[in-house]
């Protein structure tokens, strides 16, 4: 039993139709990040409509972005990408035929690079309520995995119910205000560490962001116990 409970507004489509600004607006705690949003316009999920001038701003530096452009010339979904490769880099944990759930996938750089890693013989689960475009290789599950039948869908996935490593890029929508935005961030990262703790196997790995600030460093310690 997962008792997972989330207060707050969620805007989930069931049928391909674009969203707009203002519908986008309306979710709450619920990571879109530059890599996501950039994938949802260019396949006509998002209509942004009119541009203010900030955001036009906000489009011209993400596009000269070094991390973007790399991202680009790589193949990657997102900069994010190469958070998560410079992370195994140093810690070895995504290995050949590992059983990995990435939450919070879309648009999907963090899956792209489990799933280079782990090969064939492993198991890739991504769980997001945006849609994600295919990854030849993993199983995608759109959904709030807070809900009991996503993540039940989840479990099923895995053999044993079990998974060797689950990571989470999630981040909340930010609004420029680190007394909101943080307590967000530690919600979010509540929230996976609960999943990791119910599905890896002993000794696996939970790789989550977490913004730093109060309440970082009693998370971290209580975590690695």
């Known amino acids: 039993h997962y008792p997972l409970r989330r207060q707050r507004q969620m805007c989930i489509r069931d049928s391909y139709q674009p969203i707009t600004r203002p519908e986008i607006e309306k979710i709450r705690g619920v990571s879109i990040s530059k890599g996501t949003l950039d994938i949802l316009i260019e396949e006509g999920w998002i209509s942004l409509g009119k541009r203010k001038s900030s955001s036009k701003l906000w489009l011209q530096n993400h596009k000269l972005d070094p991390y973007v452009l790399a991202a680009k010339r790589d193949g990657y979904r997102s900069r994010a990408s190469y958070k998560l490769i410079d992370l195994d880099r140093r810690d070895s944990f995504l290995y050949k035929g590992a059983r990995v759930l990435d939450l919070g996938c879309a648009p999907g750089g963090w899956s792209q690079v489990a799933i280079s890693k782990i090969g064939p013989m492993g198991k890739l689960v991504a769980s997001d309520i945006l849609p994600m475009l295919p990854i030849d290789g993993a199983t995608f599950i759109q959904g709030d995995f807070c809900d ?78």
């Open 148 to 225: 009991e039948i996503v993540m039940q869908r989840i479990l099923k996935e895995f053999s044993c119910y079990q998974a060797d490593v689950v990571m989470s890029d999630m981040a909340p929508n930010l609004s420029g205000v680190n007394a909101v935005d943080q307590p967000q961030s530690l919600y979010l990262a509540e929230l996976a560490a609960e999943i990791a703790a119910n599905i890896l196997v002993s000794g696996g790995i939970f790789v989550v962001k977490r913004f730093h600030g109060e309440g970082f460093d009693a998370f971290v310690r209580y975590r690695r116990q």
